[in-house]
């Protein structure tokens, strides 16, 4: 069993930073590849990006591919995602997420979920 409590979002004007986590807990934590994924008003949820239990290897949407940068403290049993640059079209509410297998794009292979945190990017 993992618990996931994301944290640092907010309101930032088109151009800034964000930083969000999320904090895990539970005995297996290290052993499960995170992801973070999105859902904006009207929209359906959609991958962003996802790493491996072991930081090793990472996946990102194109959407965000050079912008934003997933990292995992698995001392501090945290997971990161550094948004730069950040456009309108990113306001959504931003969910961390845990998963045993490693299909990173596939929500439905994710166990445990976050309650989300809301980012809003202001024109």
């Known amino acids: 069993q993992v618990q996931l409590v994301e944290s640092g979002g907010g309101l930032v004007q088109a151009g800034g930073s964000l930083r969000l986590s999320c904090a895990a807990s539970?005995?297996?934590?290290?052993?499960?590849?995170l992801g973070w994924f999105r859902q904006a008003p009207g929209k359906e949820r959609e991958f962003v990006a996802a790493?491996?239990?072991?930081?090793?290897?990472?996946l990102y949407a194109d959407s965000v591919k050079g912008r934003f940068t997933i990292s995992r403290d698995n001392a501090k049993n945290t997971v990161y995602l550094q948004m730069n640059s950040l456009k309108t079209e990113d306001t959504a509410v931003y969910y961390c997420?845990?998963?045993?297998?490693?299909?990173?794009?596939?929500?439905?292979?994710?166990?445990?979920w976050g309650q989300g945190t809301q980012v809003t990017v202001s024109s």
């Open positions: 997420a845990a998963t045993y297998r490693w299909a990173p794009a596939n929500e439905y292979e994710y166990s445990y």
């Open positions: 790493i491996t239990w072991s930081g090793l290897n990472t």
């Open positions: 539970g005995r297996t934590y290290n052993s499960y590849h």
